[in-house]
T-cell receptor, first 114, second 114 residues
Framework: GDSVTQMEGPVTLSEEAFLTINCTYTATGYPSLFWYVQYPGEGLQLLLKATKADDKGSNKGFEATYRKETTSFHLEKGSVQVSDSAVYFCALTDRGSTLGRLYFGRGTQLTVWP | ETGVTQSPTHLIKTRGQQVTLRCSSQSGHNTVSWYQQALGQGPQFIFQYYREEENGRGNFPPRFSGLQFPNYSSELNVNALELDDSALYLC?????????????FGQGTRLTVV
């Protein structure tokens, strides 16, 4: 079945450090891939997405590239800010399914210190 | 354009009781999905409603049930509450039942079962 595996957290960084959060997936069909962010006390917000192999999603300085050969979608940011502190979820949907459910990873807690 | 709103934001119930959670979908969205997010975990798909019909269901028992109304708002009902039902319940609305990456999430209802 479809699933997402995320790097275990928590991740603690100093401001302006480089961030990588690893994500790999298993899919029976042809997935679309997403990163969602959850700030304290809030719901999920879509951060970025990619719908086909080699696509790069980007938003707010974050980037992730859809790598079909390694079944990965790692999240990166060159210089994190304190305001980036949140929980990050990697997710996928199976584009070949008529049921557009999201499969989420367990989430990675990021804390950025000034 | 209003976003996805959920009510109540917090709720405490006793084991064995029943609970109803509500979700108002974003204007123009005909699909609502419900997710359960246990502490420290990623959201798990409960079910999806499309134009007032259940469109698909995750691995949850029948005591989890739902409704979608003609205005596309939705309810999640849980009977015979168990301690393990304590979680954040997220509602997501989207303009169609596929490609849930376009879904918009509410802030969630935090349910505590004691």
């Amino acid at each position: 079945g479809d699933s997402v595996t995320q790097m275990e957290g928590p991740v603690t960084l100093s401001e302006e450090a480089f961030l990588t959060i690893n994500c790999t997936y298993t899919a029976t069909g042809y997935p679309s891939l997403f990163w969602y962010v959850q700030y304290p006390g809030e719901g999920l917000q879509l951060l970025l997405k990619a719908t086909k192999a080699d696509d790069k999603g980007s938003n707010k300085g974050f980037e992730a590239t859809y790598r079909k050969e390694t079944t990965s979608f790692h999240l990166e940011k060159g210089s994190v800010q304190v305001s980036d502190s949140a929980v990050y979820f990697c997710a996928l949907t199976d584009r070949g399914s008529t049921l557009g459910r999201l499969y989420f990873g367990r989430g990675t807690q990021l804390t950025v210190w000034p | 354009e209003t976003g996805v709103t959920q009510s109540p934001t917090h709720l405490i119930k006793t084991r064995g009781q029943q609970v109803t959670l509500r979700c108002s979908s974003q204007s123009g969205h005909n699909t609502v999905s419900w997710y359960q997010q246990a502490l420290g975990q990623g959201p798990q798909f409960i079910f999806q409603y499309y134009r007032e019909e259940e469109n698909g269901r995750g691995n949850f028992p029948p005591r989890f049930s739902g409704l979608q109304f003609p205005n596309y708002s939705s309810e999640l009902n849980v009977n015979a509450l168990e301690l393990d039902d304590s979680a954040l319940y997220l509602c997501a609305s989207s303009p169609g039942q596929v490609d849930q990456g376009e879904a918009f999430f509410g802030q969630g209802t935090r349910l505590t079962v004691v």
